[in-house]
C-alpha cells in the first residue's frame, strides 16, 4: 500500500501541481499567486430579477418563443425541444476521412430545454424543496425516455446560469442534449473509470470519497445521499463535485428518497454559492452519468460538476488563457481555502437573511 505523502501546510503556500484522475490531467496550483495586483476585466455583479412573470421572457408561462411556438400556460416543470438546436434527430448522413487527418462523421442529437419553475425570478438555491424535487423527476423522467432512444448513447443535463456563462435568460432552466455518441468529457471519464475499477476492483468515485471524508477539509456540504466537495484537483477557483454516497451510474437509478436528497444538496450547495459574494453566483454545472447504449456500466458513479468563472470577488471573472489554454490549467486559491469560504458561507440565503 502507498504511503501518504501529502504534506497540506506546504501545499497551501508553495508552487505544485495536482492531478485529476476522471479525465488525467494535470492542474497547477500558485497559492503565492494571491497577493498579485489585479488591473484584469472587471465584470458588473448580474442583476436579481425582481418579477416573478416578464412578458418580455420566452421561457416565461403562456408567452412567445423566438421561434414562433407559445409556451403553455404551465404550473411546475415544462421542457420543449430547442427552437435552435445544436444537433437534429436526423441530419443526412455525413462520412469523410482523408488520410485520417480530415475526419467527420454523423452526429445525431435532441436538444431540449427545461423551465425549472413557472417564476422567472426564482434560482434552484430559492426553490421549495416539492420543487425540486418536480425538476429532479423531470431529470429522471427526460433521462429514461430519451436514453431508451435505440440510438441515443449519452444523456447530459447541464445548466448555465449568468450572463458571463453565456445563459441566454435568467428564467430558471437547464439544457437537456441526448446524442449518439458518448461526448469528450465522458468518453475521459469512462476509461479513467473502467481502467480504475480494472486495477483496483473498486469503483474510482467510491474510493476517492472516502479519502475526501477522512480528510474533511474539501468537503463543502453533505446529507444522507450526497457529499459536495471541492475537488483535490479542482480548476476552477470554487468547482465543486456532487458525488452519491450510494454507487449507481444514472438518474434513472435514484432511489425515490434520494430524489428528495439530490434536490436538498443542490439547493444547499448553491445558497452557499450565491452566498460567498452576495451575488447570484454564475456557473456552469451538469450531470456526468453512465452512457446509455445498452450495457451495464456498474464502472460509472453518478456525479455533477459544477463550474463557477469567478476568481476573488463578484466582479472579477476568470479567463483560461495564456499557459492554460496552451499548457496547464492553473489556480490561485487553492482548494482547501476555497472549501473553507463555502463552508464559511451558510446555508441561509443572503436575501432572506432578514425574514429569517
Ligand atoms: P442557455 O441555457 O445558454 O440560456 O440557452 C437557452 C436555450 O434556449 C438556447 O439554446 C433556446 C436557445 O437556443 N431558445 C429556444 O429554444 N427558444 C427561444 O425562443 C429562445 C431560446
Ligand atoms: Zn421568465
Redesign the pocket.
Given at each position: 500500500m502507498s504511503q501518504p505523502n501529502i504534506n497540506l501546510p506546504d501545499l497551501q503556500k508553495v508552487p505544485h501541481r495536482r492531478f485529476n484522475p476522471l479525465i488525467r490531467q494535470w492542474v497547477v496550483v500558485s497559492p503565492q499567486r494571491t497577493q498579485r495586483p489585479w488591473r484584469g476585466k472587471v465584470e458588473h455583479p448580474p442583476a436579481v430579477p425582481r418579477h416573478a412573470y416578464d412578458p418580455d421572457c420566452?421561457?416565461c408561462p403562456g408567452n412567445?418563443?423566438?421561434?414562433g411556438?407559445r409556451n403553455p400556460t404551465y404550473s411546475s416543470t415544462f421542457f420543449?425541444?430547442?427552437?435552435?438546436?445544436?444537433l437534429l434527430p436526423d441530419p443526412p448522413q455525413v462520412d469523410v476521412n482523408e488520410s485520417e487527418l480530415l475526419v467527420a462523421g454523423t452526429e445525431r442529437g435532441v436538444?431540449r430545454?427545461l423551465c425549472f419553475s413557472p417564476r422567472h425570478d426564482l434560482t434552484i438555491a430559492r426553490m421549495s424543496a416539492a420543487e425540486l424535487q418536480q425538476v429532479v423527476d423531470a431529470w429522471v423522467e427526460q433521462s429514461q425516455s430519451l436514453g431508451s432512444l435505440d440510438w441515443v448513447q449519452h444523456v447530459q443535463i447541464?445548466?448555465?446560469r449568468g450572463e458571463i456563462?453565456?445563459?441566454?435568460?435568467p428564467h430558471p432552466?437547464?439544457?437537456i442534449w441526448a446524442v449518439s455518441h458518448l461526448p469528450n468529457e465522458a468518453t475521459r471519464e469512462q476509461t479513467s473509470q473502467q481502467e480504475y475499477g480494472d486495477q483496483h476492483h473498486s469503483c474510482l468515485l467510491c474510493d476517492y470519497l472516502k479519502l475526501e471524508m477522512g480528510h474533511k477539509e474539501r468537503i463543502v456540504c453533505e446529507n444522507e445521499a450526497f457529499v459536495v466537495l471541492v475537488p483535490y484537483w479542482a480548476v476552477w477557483p470554487f468547482e465543486t463535485l456532487l458525488v452519491s454516497r450510494r454507487h449507481f451510474g444514472g438518474m434513472d437509478e435514484l432511489a425515490p428518497r434520494e430524489r428528495g436528497l439530490l434536490g436538498d444538496i443542490l439547493k444547499r450547495l448553491t445558497v452557499r454559492y450565491d452566498n460567498v459574494f452576495e451575488v447570484p453566483f454564475p456557473y456552469t454545472m451538469g450531470f456526468h452519468q453512465r452512457p446509455t447504449d445498452g450495457q451495464q456500466h456498474p464502472e460509472w458513479h453518478l456525479h455533477a460538476h459544477y463550474y463557477p468563472p469567478l476568481l476573488r470577488s463578484a466582479t472579477v471573472q476568470k479567463f483560461m488563457v495564456g499557459y492554460e489554454m496552451l499548457a496547464t490549467p492553473q489556480r490561485d486559491i487553492t482548494p482547501e481555502s476555497a472549501a473553507a469560504r463555502l463552508r464559511e458561507a451558510g446555508e441561509v440565503h443572503y436575501l432572506d437573511r432578514n425574514s429569517a
Open positions: 420566452y421561457l412567445p418563443r423566438a421561434g411556438a420543449f425541444d430547442n427552437d435552435y438546436p445544436g436538444c430545454v447541464f445548466e448555465n456563462m453565456g445563459a441566454s435568460n432552466h437547464c439544457q
